[in-house]
């Protein structure tokens, strides 16, 4: 709907963000990179240098949360702090998207990445992941994705639309 509030973790050169922006949404994009914000920003998008583990913004402010592929990089010892953060910034109804990488059970630097240095990665089974979010919101809808450029196929895309209470 126009006018609605997105907030954007993990929002890298803001590809995302200005297609939401687009479309009327009011996006404010975040990332920890400093270069990434600056790219956002010369999109013409509100972006801000932070972390999920303090979006750094009051209580609801936002009406969803579009979080795709950054928090695969937060361990299971965080993920639930990380989430009621989330939570916290949406509304009362807010919605997350959440997308990540797994269907498997491994934390640790990937070896298999193509960044150097390796990253450091958090995968999750389906039901671990779903457990877990559902700890803090309301899950809606769960997919699973396996494109057919999967280079490792151990893992698949994991999608997961959840709503605040």
């Given at each position: 709907m126009a006018g609605d509030r997105l907030l954007e973790l993990g929002a890298g050169t803001g590809y995302t963000s200005r297609w939401f922006a687009d479309r009327g949404l009011d996006v404010?994009?975040?990332?920890?990179?400093?270069?990434?914000?600056?790219?956002?920003?010369?999109?013409?998008?509100?972006?801000?240098v932070r972390d999920m583990y303090d979006p750094g913004f009051p209580d609801e402010s936002f009406h969803g949360v579009w979080a795709m592929n950054c928090l695969l990089h937060v361990p299971n010892s965080?993920?639930?702090?990380v989430?009621?953060?989330?939570?916290?910034?949406?509304v009362p109804g807010g919605l997350l998207q959440l997308g990540v990488w797994g269907g498997?059970?491994?934390?640790?630097?990937?070896?298999?990445?193509f960044y150097q240095p390796d990253r450091f990665f958090s995968f999750r089974t389906d039901d671990d992941l779903k457990q877990r979010v559902a700890e803090v919101f309301e899950?809606?809808?769960f997919d699973r994705l396996t494109p057919g450029d999967q280079t490792d196929d151990r893992l698949h895309?994991?999608?997961?639309?959840?709503?605040?209470s």
């Open positions: 404010v994009a975040t990332d920890l990179s400093p270069a990434q914000v600056e790219r956002c920003r010369e999109k013409g998008l509100e972006a801000h965080d993920l639930g702090s989430l009621v953060g989330i939570r916290d910034v949406l498997i059970s491994e934390e640790g630097l990937y070896q298999d990445d899950v809606v809808s895309l994991q999608l997961i639309v959840a709503r605040t």
